[in-house]
């Protein structure tokens, strides 16, 4: 049996207390020092102290700036994202408040409120709708920073809209680039994009070089009364200029997916709680991706859908043996390895080494079964971080499988 820490409510929509099926082989636990994995979604996972048995972390969700990832790799503990798993929902939200905003929907859905208990409601209704003249999008200049998945599905959406979509993305996928339509106006520069952008909507994740990359600089340069919408993270945009662009009249209106006491404090703001990918579908989707990933890696030593490492796929092991090394990307790191089983006689079957920037996994299928002396030495080889013995499948046999380094 294997087990995993179910952090967060995974999965509202598909279940009664958020826990999604985990499937056979597999249980929760609430005890964190047995856990083989974790399922998380947004609970920051930043003061968690990993136990050794804990092999992957796999995160229910696309942002992935609540797992210390850097951490993670050097304790040799791989974790997942589900990319684009929740990307529609969130599209859907962005452009319908971009178009129910355009028309100050809000405001007259306001008035009508307030004159709920008139007997003229009707006849003061058709005096009233001329304070919420809006106007229209079509036409008009959007930026979308960030053409990922839901950057590159909410630039399509408003293309078909009639929209004069441009994006910025420097770091664009290949398989991102296909997705977005050729209507989308791609722009090297972000001041150059922002430049007469009556809306700039934020797709990008949070970390060190997105952090802030917002402010007055390029809210100065979209149109006055423009709309800036932010269903990335808080941390992407300075909060001070956004409040004085907003105070100015620069920004017409801030709609944010992301509550704090200093968005709580601006004028013309829409704040959601963080319900960008609040749709059963999506729920469902970001779940079993997530559970596919771990169960992958846990069962198979696969790697797919990382955030810290790359991928690595052999498919299942058809050998005698599957050994996994979670180690740093340095010199002869490989050699050691192998040399390490051939001056045992251990058959190399097949092997594949990815590096993912400081560090880097190494699969290794081999002919012949593992002895304690032999996994004692593998574990002994400076700079690495963890060796699991995948097959026989480890957590499962409480012997040579331990993952203890
Ligand atoms: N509000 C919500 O509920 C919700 C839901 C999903 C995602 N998100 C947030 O949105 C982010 C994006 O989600 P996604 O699924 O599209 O992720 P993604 O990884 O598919 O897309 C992110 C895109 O940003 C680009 N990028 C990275 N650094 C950049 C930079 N400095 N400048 C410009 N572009 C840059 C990447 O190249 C990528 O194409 C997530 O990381 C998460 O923080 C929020
Ligand atoms: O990064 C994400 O996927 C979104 O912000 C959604 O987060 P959630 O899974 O906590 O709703």
Known sequence: MRYVKIV???????TRDGTPDLGDGYQGTNNLEQADAILVRASSLHEMEFPASLRCIARSGAGFNNIPLERCAKEGIVVFNAPGANSNAVKELV???I??????????????????????????????????VGHEAIGRKVGVVGTGAVGSKVANALVALGMEVHGYDPYISVQHAY????????????????????????????????????GAEQLNLLNPGAMLIN???????????????????????????????????MKNVIVTPHMGACTREAEENCAHMAIASMK??????????????????????????????????????????????????????????????EHAYTLVDIDNELDQETVDALRAIPNIYRVRIVVPADGLDGGLGTATN
Request: charged letters at 20%; aromatic letters at 6%; one cysteine or more.
């Open 8 to 14: 967060d409510n995974i999965a509202n929509g598909i």
């Open 296 to 357: 992958d890696y846990l069962n198979h030593g696969i790697i797919r859908n990382s955030v810290n490492y790359s991928d690595c796929d052999m498919g299942p092991c058809t050998c005698t043996g599957r050994v996994a090394f979670l180690h740093a990307n340095v010199p002869s790191m490989i050699s050691q390895i192998t040399n390490e089983l051939a001056s045992r006689n251990v058959n190399i079957a097949r092997m594949m080494s990815v590096p993912a920037n």
């Open 179 to 214: 997705e977005l339509s050729h209507r989308v106006i791609r722009d090297a520069d972000l001041n150059e994009m922002c430049k007469g952008c009556d809306y700039l909507t934020l797709h990008v994740p949070s970390k060190e070089d997105t952090l802030q990359m917002i």
């Open 231 to 265: 269903y990335a993270r808080d941390t992407i945009v300075n909060e001070a200029d956004v409040a004085a662009a907003l105070e100015s009249g620069q920004l017409g209106l801030y709609i944010t997916d992301f509550a704090n006491p200093e968005v709580m404090k």
């Open 99 to 132: 178009m129910l905003n355009s028309r100050n929907t809000r405001g007259g859905e306001q008035w009508v409120l307030d004159h709920a208990q008139d007997a003229d409601v009707a006849k003061g209704a058709e005096k009233a709708k001329k304070a919420f």
């Open 95 to 97: 452009v319908g408040q």
